[in-house]
C-alpha cells in the first residue's frame, strides 16, 4: 500500500470514529455496512442512532443505490425458536434524549439485490428518513473485518 493510500485510510478512519451530526436532533454514531462475502446478493448497515431532540422520533426508511431494495429489518425467534429475519414496516422509535442501536442479530438497514460488491474500505451512501427529522444522509465505510459484538454498546 502506498503512503498516499494509507494516508487516505488512516483519515477516513478518523472521520467516520467521530459521532456524526445529521442534523439538530439526530446523531449518528458508529456507522458500519458488511456483506457476508465478495459474491454476496445483500449486506447490511449498522450504527446507533441518538436522538438529541426534545421529540420522540421514528426511523421510517432507509434508501442507498447500493441496492434495489433497501428495508428495515429485525430479527425474531419464531414459535421453533429459530431466528427468522424480518421487514419492519412501521421503523424503529427513538425516545427524545435516548438512543436506538442498529446492529447484528437486531435491528439493521437491510440491502437486497447488491448492485456492486461492498469491498472493505468502500463507502455506502445511505438516506436514512425519520418521521420528524426529515432526510440524514450518511457515508457508511464498509468493515468487513468487524466482529459481530464490536462496536455494541449495552444502552
Known amino acids: 500500500m502506498s503512503l498516499k493510500s494509507l494516508a ?4 477516513a478512519t478518523v472521520a467516520f470514529a467521530l459521532p456524526a451530526f445529521a442534523n439538530d436532533m439526530i446523531m449518528v454514531k458508529d ?7 465478495a459474491n454476496a446478493k ?4 449498522f450504527m446507533m442512532l441518538m436522538n438529541t ?3 420522540d422520533d421514528q426511523l421510517i426508511d432507509a434508501r442507498s443505490d447500493v441496492a434495489k431494495k433497501v ?9 421453533d425458536g429459530v431466528m427468522q429475519m424480518m421487514h419492519v414496516p412501521e421503523g424503529f422509535a427513538i425516545p427524545a434524549g ?5 446492529m447484528r442479530g437486531g435491528d439493521h438497514v437491510m440491502f437486497m439485490g447488491l448492485n456492486r460488491p461492498l469491498e472493505h474500505g468502500d463507502t ?15 457515508s457508511i465505510p464498509v468493515d468487513l ?8 454498546m449495552n444502552h
Open 8 to 11: 487516505a485510510v488512516a483519515a
Open 124 to 138: 455506502v451512501d445511505v438516506i436514512l428518513v425519520f418521521e420528524k427529522a426529515g432526510d440524514v444522509k450518511v
Open 98 to 102: 435516548e438512543s436506538h442501536m442498529l
Open 53 to 55: 431532540g426534545a421529540e
Open 145 to 152: 473485518e468487524r466482529k459481530p459484538k464490536h462496536g455494541q
Open 42 to 45: 445483500t449486506g447490511a448497515a
Open 71 to 79: 428495508e428495515l429489518h429485525t430479527h425474531k425467534e419464531n414459535a
Open 31 to 37: 456507522p458500519y455496512a458488511r456483506s457476508a462475502t
